[in-house]
């Protein structure tokens, strides 16, 4: 029984940008969840003080245009330095949550760097520990959450959500019907079989979920944006942020940075976690693959943010050493190509397992990470320059 039924029965945002793995025409690939629903929340809300080359979005006057506001995000968020991995645990750990000792931390980060006032709910009920124990905000029920969400609609402002569908990653709400029974927007996994139960579609393409509450595990709403912070001083906030992170062995249980690094590439060369059986394999090898993925977007958009603050930040002490820590990344991007490139290609089909996981293979991916690891260690070393 809900406590509380929306009025009108029905709420939509028009128009809202979608989010999605590799259908969002000609822009370029998003595949963190976080900071592309907040690109597209204030890409709605009519933000011009990034930007976008793509689709020419022009900043505000006066404002340094960067050209890519995702990539400003997967910075301030601290998503483009991350890395985890617990050794002998091939589970999928690399949820934002889990990123930096402060679980809120990357959407708090992001979202003051663009002076935006917001409010988080989490859902006590959901299977996302970290919600449960309230490290996401305070908890409300099902009615509380109907009543906030509504009250960022009414307002013109999609709300954030992490969960939803699929996993507990971020995606947008931009409405709902039946006096809130469903909820409607945009989720990365809307399209995706064994994610997307009792999953229907708008016509134009946006989900349709009843019984939403119990797979949402939190909601971020925005408020009234206040002036934006100074971008020297974001950036450096957010470079000092990375250098912490990338030199902290543990995080949340999990090795964390360089740590996380090596562990990998233990994991890769240790040929008894590779038994001949594809039934172990094959995740295991899924497991590896997603990860290379995370560390090629986030140090590619790490790279492209940072030449871009290099041009703009004419205050930040030591430019050329934020040169030289974009092309650390630009690097790390090109090694993680490379260890896909060991077993033909991205993917994980038996092929490329059987390909990618010989005893030759693993030891020159654990190779390939290591020179990765080590060109990490000399981008925090140039970043901590930069903002001494």
Known sequence: MH?????????????????????????????????????????????????????????????????????????????????LWRPADWAYADDVTRMTPEPLGPFRHALEAMGCSYDVLANPATTNPLARQGALGPAGDEAAFRTRIAASLRAGRPALALGVVGPPECGLVTGYDDGGDVLIGWAFFQDEPGMNDGVEFEPTGPYRLRDWFARTAAVITLGERGERPPLKDTVRAAYRRAVALVRTEEVNGYRGGLAALEAWAQAMEDDAQWPDDMDVRRPRYTRHQLTVGNVAEGRWYAAVAIAAHAATCDTIAAPEHLLAAASCYARIHRLMWDVWGVAGGIGGDDPKVTRGTTPEARRRIAALLREARAADAEAADHLERATA
Not at 45 to 71: I, N, W
Request: net charge positive; proline share 7%.
């Open 3 to 83: 406590s509380v039924r929306l009025q009108p029965e029905r709420l939509v945002l028009g128009d809202v940008p979608r989010v999605s793995f590799y259908r969002g025409g000609k822009r370029c690939p998003e595949d963190f969840c976080w900071p592309s629903s907040l690109r597209a929340a204030l890409e709605y809300l009519g933000d011009r003080q990034v930007g976008c080359r793509t689709f020419a979005l022009e900043p505000a006057e006066g404002v340094p245009y960067l050209g890519c506001s995702y990539a400003l995000h997967v910075v301030t968020s601290g998503l483009g330095f991350q890395q």
